[in-house]
């Protein structure tokens, strides 16, 4: 079957919890999707979501017009892309690669220059929204590449996602993204303290959410992350501590390479890295909430 961008061959490379959740998401809207990941067990769950297992890299070169990348960091996409047997050996003239990790904007254009002498398109647009966001369909894009490739891909994308913003070129999907976690890692502790000051005052913090969400404190963690895996103590998000440092590190990279003076982003970054002697990189992100108070935020022991 020959490669179409009309009637795509999707391939999605990464089926950890985000990248298996919106490939089944884009079979549920009826687009032909191959999958692949390193693991057996990865690819054994997506094949029970309606998602066709590949074996190799090149199972998905060969077939598929347009790859997306779901993978843990930008060094993963580089070896994807560049490595020595990576997508730029295997690849046609004509495909397209939209790397949705929250990678780096020097990886994203280093790629892309790689892949334009071959004929092949590269836009960054990484997600948010979750796990819960991927199976839904209700992510939210931010997107980075030239106007008219990602307008190929769009009906691809909106099946993907409920919100999308085109930010410039190719790297700017990554600046916008590592701005937004960079907010949402400061406003989950500066809620967490804002409800710790409540507390201590004596008045009940559920309350006091209610009224910072009527407000113009409210922020995205206010209004969903506490209400949904911070005050009923669930943790259970899908995005670790681990991912999260992560990004703050990028953020606060971004900012020493541009030589800015950006204190509230280096505090963020020095209490996210602070609280690894206590929450290892597994936990739940909102668990950094506990770091503030405890009795408060913590889970039960039984």
């Keep these: 079957m020959g490669k179409s961008l009309m009637n795509p061959i999707i391939g999605v490379i990464g089926l950890g919890n985000m990248g298996r959740n919106m490939a089944a998401t884009l079979v549920g809207k009826g687009f032909s999707v191959i999958g692949f990941d390193l693991s057996d067990t990865a690819r054994q769950q997506a094949e029970k979501q309606g998602i066709v297992p590949a074996n190799h890299l090149d199972d998905i ?151 910072i969400n009527a407000g113009s404190g409210r922020s995205g963690a206010s209004q969903a992350m506490f209400p949904t895996w911070v005050m009923n103590k669930a943790y259970d998000s899908g995005f670790t501590m681990g991912l999260m440092r992560k990004d703050v590190g990028l953020a606060k990279a971004l900012a020493q390479n541009l030589e800015l003076n950006l204190p509230m982003t280096m505090k963020t970054a020095e209490l996210w890295q602070q609280s690894a002697a206590v929450l290892p990189d597994s936990d739940d992100f909102c668990c950094i909430a506990q770091c503030t108070n405890p009795s408060l935020f913590a889970k039960e022991t039984k």
Aim: aromatic share 2%.
């Design 61 to 211: 070169a060969r077939q598929c017009s347009v790859v997306i990348l779901s993978l843990p960091k930008a060094e993963h996409v580089e070896a994807v892309c560049l490595g020595d047997n990576g997508l730029i050996k295997q690849l046609t003239s004509g495909t397209i690669v939209i790397d949705t990790t929250t990678s780096i904007p020097e990886m994203s254009r280093k790629i892309a220059n790689a892949f334009a002498p071959q004929g092949i398109e590269f836009i960054d647009a990484p997600v948010s929204g979750g796990p819960a966001g991927a199976a839904a369909g209700t992510m939210s894009m931010v997107i980075g590449g030239k106007l008219d490739t990602y307008h190929l891909v769009l009906p691809i994308l909106e099946a993907m996602s409920s919100v999308r913003v085109h930010v410039g070129d190719v790297g700017a999907g990554n600046i916008a993204k590592i701005a937004n976690n960079m907010l949402a890692a400061a406003h989950l502790i500066t809620t967490s303290e804002a409800l710790t000051l409540a507390e201590k005052a004596g008045v009940d913090p559920s309350k006091v959410l209610e009224a």
